[in-house]
């Protein structure tokens, strides 16, 4: 059975950093691609970024290209997205998602099939 735990979200000062965890249970990372999604009040769920770490393939939304990182613990079975220089307008509930290497990428991302409870991210002084 597929399982994603989100965590590490919570209060940050503008510019400051944070680190997400996506635990996956019930599969290998390395047959599925996993992305970060979030949402903010009032707005649709957006693509942050995503992983297929068979294939040494990452993406990332312009608005967050260059803050923040993807990266996978294959030990741990664990994805990451290391945030930094936060923005107020980051603020949202963070999902990660995963569903099973189509191809040698990550997208598109409106495939993903599992998916995990949000963690809240906010971004305020």
């Known amino acids: 059975q597929v399982q994603l735990v989100g965590s590490g979200g919570g209060l940050v000062q503008p510019d400051g950093s944070l680190r997400l965890s996506c635990a996956a249970s019930?599969?290998?990372?390395?047959?599925?691609?996993v992305g970060w999604f979030r949402q903010a009040p009032g707005k649709e769920r957006e693509g942050v970024s995503c992983i297929s770490s068979r294939y040494g393939f990452t993406y990332y939304e312009d608005s967050v290209y260059g803050r923040f990182t993807i990266s996978v613990d294959n030990a741990k079975n664990t994805v990451y997205l290391q945030m930094h220089s936060l923005k107020p307008e980051d603020t949202a509930v963070y999902y990660c998602a995963a569903r099973p290497n189509v191809g040698y990428n990550c997208l598109p991302l409106s495939e993903y099939q599992y998916w995990g409870k949000g963690t809240l991210v906010t971004v305020s002084s």
């Open positions: 019930g599969f290998t990372l390395a047959d599925y691609a």
